[in-house]
């Protein structure tokens, strides 16, 4: 998120699919660089479809935390964590960027 920060997600309707990496896992890996194929693009539906299966398939030891948020749930991410959302369905969800000591090195 921008500059680092946490950041809540609640979702009050419809569904959202996430993905999460943890810090540290490299930027090449969680973008796909070396999966992606030169007739595709990096769009929220490609990159869930086609890139994270690829992903996983080449990088077997990363962690790659995948899942459906739901009504009612809510989501903490914390900063430094890569990931990615694309809406299921019509969605209405809150969010709310924070920093706090955890956020600064």
Do not use: M
Request: net charge negative.
């Amino acid at each position: 998120d921008p500059l680092g920060t946490s950041a809540w997600n609640t979702v009050v309707r419809g569904r959202k699919l996430w993905v999460l990496f943890p810090p540290g896992t490299p930027k090449s890996v969680v973008k796909a660089k070396y999966e992606i194929k030169s007739h595709e693009d990096d769009e929220a539906t490609n990159y869930f479809i086609d890139l994270i299966p690829r992903v996983k398939a080449a990088y077997p030891d990363v962690d790659v935390y995948q899942f459906i948020q739901y009504p009612g749930e809510t989501l903490f991410v914390p900063g430094g964590w890569w990931h990615a959302v694309v809406n299921l369905d019509d969605t209405i969800a809150v969010t709310q960027n924070f920093c706090n000591r955890a956020n600064f090195e």
